[in-house]
């Protein structure tokens, strides 16, 4: 293998005319916790790295007109630690707490995670059930996807070659909806998720459900909704019959398929309970 | 025993905690491990590994491969100028497979792969880049043969052979009483099939040698490896070359648990081979792919047990039939089988046990020695079942355990009588008892698993005895050199290799506390084997015991001379003068130590200027151990180590994720020679054994490995190790010279059943086949698994217990 060309373009217009310029010779790479693995292990083999570290603000997460923006060079830990994060979309800074290692997180990004495109990428279901946006940046300008778009495939995303992920963006919500997120590793650290939940949900005062949406990991080619759940859920009081249905209903939508992590039938047994605790959350959640 | 000649058992330097000697070099950076070295001139050298785990070859073809860019040398089976076998206990596994008339003998012909890690060919080139680009120009024609992976499948007469001379490595068998009429008296009978997974070691640094020929036909070489004095023999052998034509050294190795034995020797002669071959020093680096492939790993194991109670609750009667997977070569087995035979019944009297165990090839991944060495697989059997039985009997399982425990006197299977030292199980058990609040807890969780639970909380025991050292497995001695230089520093270098257990902290240690100077004044040097006597493996735990005792042997032939010297400048007997903190004085009853002004420094100077020998190579000799073949009767190990383990756990109802949350250990290995050290083996052996319970399985389909790197092969982090408790119980030991035993493997052989009985008390649910993973806690079986393992196909279903009377 020959050792792979590098540049560390000072800004995004620089790296974008790069990419432009020669689409197939260029990998965007930034923490590198998934490509550099890749590459070592002859998975991927990039004529050249562009390395996105160099620039300025790539990493921001701001707040504007309602919405949330995070960069997509924003790292894990970042993302755990930041107080906008854990009040607009809790269930996203508890997925990116749970990512890897400290070490992993330290360099892992949110654009990364995306573009990666795993069916098992933690921050993906948090931002299904957020109604998160993706910002693919291209020489014709900035388009909004939709995250349930954004991936088509294990591995495979609507990203075009000349484009690059800058931002991900989701409505600054507030306390009113909450959200929750739980997963199931095979140990409690550095352990690739065997299956994932995340649900969002506004709880009225008498316990009712609204704009209930659920996402599940690692149980599809893609990270998917989990709609007759939802439907299930909506307007509903959570506890006994509920809670039965629910269960069945996200049973019966998840799709797993049986590899070294986990069994298929225990992969959909696991969708149920995870619904449980991630929704017991929730609604726990709003007593206080 | 020998401790100072005033003070017999008070210790000055024995049991304190002093920090290891190489703990700042690794924590630096300064610590050179074999990739950190490079030789001027040297090449990289690489393996072609087999495309099938079984097949004959029928053609080989390396003149692409040889007129490669970069290319020194490209070698094959042909290429062996000594024997083209090795193996430590049968010559059974080709350093290189060949084609047809490449070699061969003794039923184990050359022309064959039988497990994909085999090796084929060798390239040695300028760069690393360049070998592995070459490899891919040789071209091997294969011809497939049938694949044999159960090895209890491979025992059958219908069975495809793996070698010629059948598929049988080793049967051993305990004969002590008669279980059939053991079983006349039972009152229950108890049937129960156990099984244990393939383990890899997880060692942190991958094999590496840098072999150099040198003059008269021989090599040096320096790598990770463990045990310096096998691989010497087998490097020879292949070579052709008399013993003191090869010189192996080793460097700063990353762990080894076992693992750094075969798999290095294999590398150390294929590295030698190339060496000789290029006239270049040659490197060799496994990737961790490569590692995982080719390096040996822990035996699975299929046990079946059968265990009749008396209306007592004693044990009245025990069968037990196992069987262990070998792999494609013989490696340890025959010993690792030796320890599961005379360990299986456990630490329990039993007037009639009827022991077999057996090890059969196959074209898995072969396995050898790792850290327990075939116990932690009888005992996860045995300490499983006896924790049922005392359930069954109504009390608790640490009472049970205490009431038919080994006590001082007590006849193993083996026939051996317990005596000579203190068998301390009782004491062991009572003392964890009392640190865990065990009794108590597990009567309360108990009760608990009647209401439903989201989470439940249970505690489990597991206790064992150890036979200590190599036992009756073969010839038990070692040798430690001392030299005390003239300004009074000390250097000292053993037979025993330090593969980041703590050898050398231990071995200094011990020769610092009958010298009687400091630790700080001790350098411990690497094993040189063309520098220090054969002084067999580093393995069996024996480090301490035998490079420890020899270390004291040494120090005290010199001491002796020393204190000639010192008698006459200070006017006192011998026998009143006492050496400690590198001073030298007169002592006194009870341990008293009276300084004078003349010090250890001084004493050396003085010594060395009246021409006094310095040095002393000391030996160390293990007292004598019995076999009896046929019957499996005699004196198995020279003495034993007890230990206990407890776990707490809580189990997810949901999930079946198991949280180990507190963890006691206590073990009586003699004396503690370094408490620190002794401590760190715990930690260390229990986070090991957790991985074994609870996570670890390499799993191989169809002889093809299906993990290849730490992302999918998962141990333990450090997040997964519960809050540790160690206590010791320190009974010193005549067998060892400065009282101390064992410990290394003791910590690593019962947490996994003491998880697996705890999580037992929380669920009810026995677990009877590891590791416990959350499928395997929930539901029983694993769903990751194609098709069921064996114990599953075979008993196609609930393990029985008959109650005599009660059957229909």
């Given at each position: 293998m020959t050792a792979p060309r590098f540049a560390r373009p000072r800004t995004l217009d620089e790296a974008l005319a790069l990419l432009a310029a020669d689409p197939e010779g260029w990998t965007p790479v930034h923490g590198g916790t998934d490509l550099l693995v890749r590459m070592r292990m002859g998975m991927a083999a990039p004529r050249g790295l562009l390395d996105l570290t160099g620039i300025p603000g790539f990493g921001d997460i701001r707040v504007e007109d309602g919405q949330v923006v995070i960069g997509a060079g924003a790292t894990h830990a970042a993302l755990a630690a930041d107080e906008r994060v854990r009040t607009h979309a809790p269930a996203l800074a508890r997925a990116a707490g749970l990512i890897g290692s400290p070490a992993i997180r330290n360099r892992g990004t949110l654009g990364g995670n995306l573009a990666n495109a795993s069916p098992a990428a933690d921050t993906v279901p948090p931002l299904f059930v957020v109604g998160a946006e993706v910002a693919l940046r291209g020489p014709d300008g900035v388009r909004w996807v939709p995250i349930e778009d954004f991936a088509s495939g294990p591995g495979r995303t609507v990203r075009g070659a000349t484009d690059l992920v800058v931002a991900v963006r989701f409505p600054a919500q507030g306390r009113e909806v909450r959200s929750a997120f739980e997963r199931l590793g095979t140990r409690k650290a550095l352990a690739i998720s065997k299956v994932s939940v995340a649900v969002a949900a506004r709880v009225e005062a008498d316990g009712t459900l609204r704009e209930v949406r659920v996402a599940l990991g690692a149980v599809a080619p893609t990270v998917i909704r989990a709609r007759e759940t939802e439907g299930v859920l909506e307007g509903a009081v959570w506890g006994g019959e509920v809670a039965r249905a629910a269960c069945d209903a996200v049973r019966r939508e998840a799709r797993p398929i049986t590899d070294l992590r986990a069994g298929e039938a225990y992969r959909r047994e696991m969708c149920g309970v995870l619904l449980e605790r991630a929704v017991a959350t929730i609604v726990d959640g709003s007593r206080s | 025993m020998m401790i100072g000649e005033k003070d017999k058992d008070r210790p000055w330097l024995l049991g304190r905690p002093e920090p290891r000697v190489d703990g700042l070099g690794k924590v630096t950076g300064e610590a050179r491990f074999t990739d950190d070295l490079d030789e001027v001139g040297q090449v990289w050298g690489v393996v072609l590994r087999a495309a099938h785990p079984h097949a004959r070859i029928v053609s080989l073809d390396v003149e692409e491969a040889r007129l490669a860019p970069g290319v020194v040398a490209v070698l094959t089976a042909r290429d062996i100028p000594g024997n083209p076998f090795v193996g430590g206990v049968v010559q059974d596994q080709p350093v290189l497979a060949g084609t047809a008339g490449a070699g061969g003998g003794a039923g184990h012909d050359l022309d064959r792969v039988r497990m994909l890690g085999d090796g084929v060919a060798l390239v040695a080139a300028e760069t690393e880049a360049q070998a592995r680009d070459a490899l891919g120009l040789i071209r091997v024609g294969y011809e497939p043969l049938p694949v044999v992976t159960d090895p209890r499948e491979a025992l059958r007469p219908e069975s495809p052979l793996v070698h010629d001379r059948g598929n049988l490595v080793v049967h051993h068998g305990v004969r002590h009483g008669d279980p059939a009429v053991g079983f006349e008296y039972a009152h229950r009978v108890y049937e129960r099939a156990y099984a244990t997974p393939r383990i890899e070691h997880a060692y942190l640094e991958p094999e590496?040698?840098?072999?150099?020929?040198?003059?008269?036909?021989?090599?040096?070489?320096?790598?990770?490896?463990?045990?310096?004095?096998?691989?010497?023999?087998?490097?020879?052998?292949?070579l052709g070359v008399p013993l003191n034509r090869v010189r192996i050294r080793h460097a700063v190795l990353g762990g080894s648990f076992g693992g750094k034995d075969d798999v290095m020797t294999v590398m150390a002669c294929r590295a030698a081979l190339l060496a000789r071959a290029t006239g270049r020093p040659v490197k060799m680096v496994n990737t961790r792919e490569e590692s995982m492939l080719e390096s040996y790993k822990r035996h699975p194991y299929f046990l079946d047990y059968r265990a009749g109670v008396d209306r007592d609750g004693n044990l009245c009667a025990m069968r037990m039939d196992i069987v262990a997977d070998a792999g494609a070569y013989a490696s340890m087995s025959p010993f690792v089988t030796y320890r599961s035979v005379v360990q299986a019944a456990g630490p329990y009297r039993c007037p009639h046990v009827w022991t077999d165990v057996r090890a059969a090839y196959t074209n898995n991944p072969y396995t050898g020695a790792m850290r327990g060495f075939g116990s932690p697989q009888v005992n996860f059997a045995i300490e499983c079942l006896v924790d049922e039985i005392a359930e069954d009997q109504g009390l608790d399982p640490?009472?049970?355990?205490?009431?038919?425990?080994?006590?001082?006197?007590?006849?193993?299977?083996?026939?051996?009588?317990?005596?000579?030292?203190?068998?301390?199980?009782?004491?062991?058990?009572?003392?964890?008892?009392?640190?865990?609040?065990?009794?108590?807890?597990?009567?309360?969780?108990?009760?608990?698993?009647?209401?439903?639970?989201?989470?439940?909380?249970?505690?489990?025991?597991?206790?064992?005895?150890?036979?200590?050292?190599?036992?009756?497995?073969?010839?038990?001695?070692?040798?430690?050199?001392?030299?005390?230089?003239?300004?009074?520093?000390?250097?000292?270098?053993?037979?025993?290799?330090?593969?980041?257990?703590?050898?050398?902290?231990?071995?200094?240690?011990?020769?610092?506390?009958?010298?009687?100077?400091?630790?700080?004044?001790?350098?411990?040097?690497?094993?040189?084997?063309?520098?220090?006597?054969?002084?067999?493996?580093?393995?069996?735990?024996?480090?301490?015991?035998?490079?420890?005792?020899?270390?004291?042997?040494?120090?005290?032939?010199?001491?002796?001379?020393?204190?000639?010297?010192?008698?006459?400048?200070?006017?006192?007997?011998?026998?009143?003068?006492?050496?400690?903190?590198?001073?030298?004085?007169?002592?006194?009853?009870?341990?008293?130590?009276?300084?004078?002004?003349?010090?250890?420094?001084?004493?050396?100077?003085?010594?060395?200027?009246?021409?006094?020998?310095?040095?002393?190579?000391?030996?160390?000799?293990?007292?004598?151990?019995?076999?009896?073949?046929?019957?499996?009767?005699g004196i198995a190990y020279f003495t034993y180590v007890y230990g206990a383990n407890v776990a707490e756990v809580v189990v997810d109802s949901g999930t079946g994720r198991v949280r180990v949350e507190e963890f006691w250990s206590v073990h009586d290995c003699g004396r503690v020679v370094n408490r620190l050290g002794a401590e760190g083996q715990v930690h260390g052996g229990v986070a090991m054994g957790l991985g074994y319970g609870l996570l670890e399985e390499f799993e191989v389909e169809q002889g093809v490995p299906k993990a290849s790197n730490f992302d999918e092969y998962l141990i333990p982090t450090a997040m997964d190790v519960p809050r540790m408790h160690v206590e010791f119980v320190e009974n010193p030991d005549p067998a060892g010279r400065l009282g101390q035993k064992s410990l290394g493997e003791p910590t690593n052989e019962i947490a996994a059943p003491a998880v697996v009985n705890a999580i037992a008390n929380a669920t009810g649910r026995r677990i009877r086949e590891i590791p416990a993973t959350l499928e395997q806690v929930l539901i029983g079986r694993r769903l990751t698994r194609s098709g069921l393992r064996g114990s599953e196909v075979a008993r196609g279903g609930e393990a029985s217990c008959k109650v005599r009377g009660e059957e229909g």
């Open positions: - | 590496c040698v840098i072999a150099r020929p040198v003059e008269g036909g021989g090599v040096e070489v320096v790598g990770s490896i463990q045990n310096l004095f096998s691989t010497r023999r087998a490097v020879a052998s292949v640490l009472t049970y355990r205490r009431r038919i425990v080994f006590r001082d006197g007590d006849v193993t299977p083996t026939g051996q009588r317990l005596a000579g030292h203190r068998v301390s199980l009782d004491e062991v058990l009572a003392r964890i008892g009392d640190a865990s609040g065990f009794v108590d807890k597990w009567w309360r969780y108990r009760a608990a698993r009647e209401a439903p639970a989201a989470f439940r909380r249970g505690i489990g025991v597991a206790c064992s005895y150890r036979g200590v050292s190599l036992g009756a497995e073969g010839v038990d001695a070692a040798a430690t050199f001392v030299q005390v230089q003239p300004d009074g520093s000390v250097i000292v270098s053993s037979g025993v290799t330090d593969m980041g257990q703590g050898a050398q902290t231990a071995v200094a240690q011990c020769a610092a506390e009958v010298l009687g100077v400091p630790l700080d004044r001790v350098v411990f040097l690497n094993t040189d084997t063309s520098r220090i006597p054969d002084s067999g493996p580093t393995v069996a735990s024996r480090g301490t015991i035998m490079g420890g005792s020899a270390a004291a042997d040494a120090a005290a032939q010199v001491r002796a001379r020393m204190l000639e010297v010192a008698a006459d400048l200070l006017g006192q007997p011998v026998k009143n003068l006492v050496i400690r903190e590198g001073l030298v004085g007169t002592g006194g009853a009870e341990g008293s130590f009276v300084p004078s002004r003349l010090t250890f420094a001084d004493l050396a100077g003085e010594c060395f200027r009246r021409g006094v020998a310095l040095a002393a190579l000391g030996w160390f000799r293990a007292p004598p151990t019995s076999w009896h073949e046929e019957t499996g009767q």
